[in-house]
């Protein structure tokens, strides 16, 4: 019996598919009530979602979607010079986004819990293996990991405002990205949009260049039909050190005509104003530069530790009765316990202002006066020379 139940929770999350329970027409009464509760320009983060437009997974899951590809996140390493490594940049962070779609109804990650975590990690096909590469690396991330593999983690640091960080690393390539993310939710008429605050920050330890970027917001299109998902705004990418800096523009759908999921980009060196490289294309499909389409390769399946072996606290397990229960298509057992689980949130948040406890994150700290970070980064846990240990042979 045990092992059945390990083998069901695990095809929960296997099972790519997303099966659709109703398109809001079939909710009609569900959505006018719903539509009665809000008004245009209203925050949407007080605001109970109906449980069928959930998607099987929490928020702190679908970042890892950034690292879907992980050959092209540790390639940015590879890269020669300046300008290759932020062309790579700009490959995989483009590459990033049409790997979490796999439904054509959009659909809302769960709302992580205060100090919800998420762990997973990849292995990367091809890459040469040191002899120890089959050796356990004993802290970051995710400790039971290779130097071999890209390890990941999440965590939901604040609840009011809704605030996640995560971070990435490949000890073996000695790269690192650390990134948090304020989700503001607004009510359009007939659309949500959501405004991601945040910022990411990748890391090449042994060449000291560090590249920051932000990220696009999102949008619920058709939320009285069959929903689906666009992206809009500007997103830059800079390199301080080289002076390299990518300008990316998410395109949304005009009313009338045009085509959906638009994207360009254009990169620059100092103060140059011609691009030295541009792309563009479609985010969710294909984007057409000198690489070969970011469509062609398909994503890496994450690892995930079984639910048996989680923490209480960790993604999976937190909403492993929500998932069971969409998964079979049964929306009243997915509510209650839904809100069995936001009960339990209230009822902490409640015992500590009676205690006066202060709520303290575990693997993330403030930085500075905005944004978090990771709180024991590669950076810290190994020894990186004062002078890059890599020359390049070309500076641009």
């Known amino acids: 019996m045990g092992l059945y139940c390990?083998?069901?929770?695990?095809?929960?999350?296997?099972?790519?598919?997303?099966?659709?329970?109703?398109?809001?027409?079939?909710?009609?009464?569900?959505?006018?009530?719903?539509?009665?509760?809000?008004?245009?320009?209203?925050d949407l983060t007080k605001v109970v979602l109906p449980t069928f437009i959930l998607e099987r997974r929490s928020l702190l899951e679908m970042y890892a979607d950034y690292f879907a590809h992980p050959d092209q996140f540790v390639k940015i390493v590879d890269q020669p010079t300046p300008r290759e490594r932020?062309?790579?940049?700009v490959r995989w962070y483009l590459s990033s986004y049409h790997a979490g779609r796999k439904s054509q109804v959009a659909k809302k990650p769960y709302n992580p819990i205060l100090g919800e975590i998420f762990r997973c990690h990849w292995t990367i096909d091809g890459?040469?293996?040191?002899?120890?590469?089959?050796?356990?690396?004993?802290d970051g991330p995710v400790p039971w990991c290779s130097p071999d593999q890209l390890s990941f983690v999440a965590e939901q640091v604040s609840h009011h405002p809704p605030i996640s960080a995560f971070y990435s690393e490949h000890v073996n390539k000695r790269?690192?990205?650390?990134?948090?993310?304020?989700?503001?939710?607004?009510?359009?008429g007939l659309s949500i949009g959501v405004h991601n605050i945040g910022r990411g920050l990748v890391s090449l330890l042994d060449l000291g260049e560090e590249y920051s970027l932000t990220f696009p917001n999102g949008y619920g299109r058709s939320i009285l039909t069959v929903p689906w998902i666009e992206l809009g705004g500007s997103v830059v990418i800079e390199c301080v050190q080289t002076g390299h800096r990518a300008n990316i523009e998410f395109l949304t759908k005009p009313f009338y005509g045009g085509?959906?999921?638009?994207?360009?980009?254009?990169?620059?060196?100092?103060?140059?104003?011609?691009?030295?490289?541009?792309?563009?294309?479609?985010?969710?499909?294909?984007?057409?530069?000198?690489?070969?389409?970011?469509?062609?390769?398909?994503?890496?399946?994450?690892?995930v530790a079984p639910i048996s072996r989680q923490n209480s606290g960790e993604?999976?397990?937190?909403?492993?009765?929500?998932?069971?229960?969409?998964?079979?298509?049964?929306?009243?057992?997915?509510?209650?316990?839904?809100?069995?689980?936001?009960?339990?949130?209230?009822?902490?948040?409640?015992?500590?202002?009676?205690?006066?406890?202060?709520?303290?994150?575990?693997?993330?700290?403030?930085?500075?006066d905005e944004g978090w970070e990771y709180t024991t980064p590669l950076s810290k846990r190994i020894e990186t020379s004062k002078s890059p240990k890599r020359q390049d042979t070309a500076t641009r």
């Open 259 to 303: 085509k959906k999921h638009r994207v360009t980009c254009d990169v620059f060196v100092g103060t140059e104003k011609k691009p030295y490289y541009s792309a563009q294309g479609e985010w969710n499909t294909r984007v057409e530069g000198r690489w070969t389409d970011t469509g062609i390769n398909e994503s890496k399946k994450k690892r």
């Open 315 to 368: 993604s999976r397990r937190v909403w492993r009765h929500v998932t069971a229960a969409l998964r079979a298509a049964d929306t009243d057992a997915a509510t209650s316990a839904k809100r069995r689980l936001e009960q339990a949130q209230r009822d902490a948040a409640k015992k500590r202002i009676d205690d006066n406890h202060k709520w303290e994150t575990q693997l993330f700290k403030p930085k500075g």
């Open 127 to 138: 890459e040469p293996q040191d002899s120890n590469s089959k050796q356990e690396v004993g």
């Open 86 to 89: 932020m062309i790579q940049v």
């Open 175 to 188: 790269i690192q990205f650390d990134a948090w993310v304020w989700t503001k939710s607004k009510f359009l």
């Open 6 to 42: 390990i083998i069901f929770v695990t095809a929960l999350y296997e099972d790519d598919s997303d099966s659709d329970l109703g398109s809001m027409e079939n909710h009609g009464s569900v959505v006018t009530h719903l539509l009665s509760q809000v008004k245009i320009g209203m």
